[in-house]
């Protein structure tokens, strides 16, 4: 069964930074496009990054551009989302997945990490 563990959230104050992991079992990790997504009480998981194959084109929510950085570690089945100048807005938590707009869909999605920004 293939599955992703996302890790890293926590509780942080305004302007702090956290580092986002996402790690699984994905047969040929290297080949497909990754995204990560958060999710609001109360509101659909929105897209916040993406990043393709290699890890050579990425795209960002216009909310989280220069704040945020996605990159992964294909050898590793991981992905990563660099979180700096964090905002209270940016409170939620956080999955990866496939990137549905290559994928066409999504694998069962993982716990999650939460992440909190108080101000």
């Known amino acids: 069964q293939e599955h992703l563990v996302e890790s890293g959230g926590g509780l942080v104050q305004a302007g702090a930074s956290l580092r986002l992991s996402c790690s699984g079992s994905l047969r040929s990790f290297s080949r497909w496009d990754m995204g990560w997504f958060r999710q609001d009480p109360g509101k659909a998981r929105e897209v916040v990054a993406t990043i393709n194959w290699s890890g050579g084109t990425t795209y960002y929510v216009d909310s989280v551009k220069g704040r945020f950085t996605i990159s992964r570690d294909n050898p590793k089945n991981t992905v990563y989302l660099q979180m700096d100048n964090l905002r209270p807005e940016d409170t939620g938590v956080y999955y990866c997945?496939?990137?549905?707009?290559?994928?066409?869909?999504?694998?069962?999605w993982g716990p999650g990490t939460q992440v909190t920004v108080s101000s």
């Open positions: 997945n496939l990137d549905p707009s290559v994928s066409g869909g999504f694998l069962d």
